[in-house]
């Protein structure tokens, strides 16, 4: 009997925790604390970006923000995902990232709540599945785009930089 209720149970779980299959079935919150929609980016490729503030590529801010103003009406949304699990070079609260990122870029683009992106205990979901059956992030501003079908389409080192030809490319292929 009490195998069967263990299988019983089992298959009621399975049931309800189903891995999502696009970014647009994620939730998550923004960096002002209230929900940041993905489901409104169907139809709109994502380029997420982990970020940080004290980070040596901070400075890619200002081609992010750049990049989303030369994109944003053609098909593209840049969100900024803050995280503090590389060299803990994001140490801030909500407000005070803001504040950094509007005050040292003008950033406008969207940017998350802090997560964890690192695998393991405590992976936020949208970044097993930005990660899933590839290697997990290593660094901060890791540029993961995702097509307007809400899939992994190209992933991008730290290094490529927002106006890499190579990423242009591909933001082109997605957003055409």
């Known amino acids: 009997m009490k195998t069967l209720s263990f299988f019983l149970v089992t298959l009621a779980l399975v049931g309800v925790v189903t891995a999502a299959d696009t970014v647009h079935d994620i939730t ?3 960096l ?13 490729a994502v380029l997420f970006v982990n970020v940080a503030s004290e980070c040596g ?3 890619q801010y200002r081609g ?3 990049l989303h103003q030369q994109m944003k009406d053609k098909g593209l949304v840049v969100v900024g995902v803050p995280c503090n699990d590389f060299g803990g070079q994001e140490p801030a609260a909500p407000k005070e990232i803001a504040a950094f990122c ?8 969207p940017l998350t709540e802090k997560i964890r992106i690192a695998p393991g205990k405590g992976q936020h979901p949208l970044y097993s599945m930005l990660t899933a059956g590839g290697d997990p992030v290593g660094w901060n501003f890791e540029k993961i785009l995702v097509g ?3 899939k992994v389409a190209k992933r991008f080192t730290s290094d490529v930089e927002p106006d890499d030809q190579e990423l242009l490319a591909a933001i082109k292929q997605v957003t055409k």
Request: glycine residues 18%.
């Open 32 to 44: 002002n604390g209230k929900a940041l929609d993905l489901k409104s980016f169907k139809g709109r």
């Open 148 to 150: 307007p079908d809400g």
């Open 28 to 30: 998550i919150g923004a």
């Open 57 to 59: 590529y901070t400075g």
């Open 64 to 66: 992010l923000q750049m």
């Open 102 to 109: 509007k005050k040292n870029f003008g950033v406008t683009f």
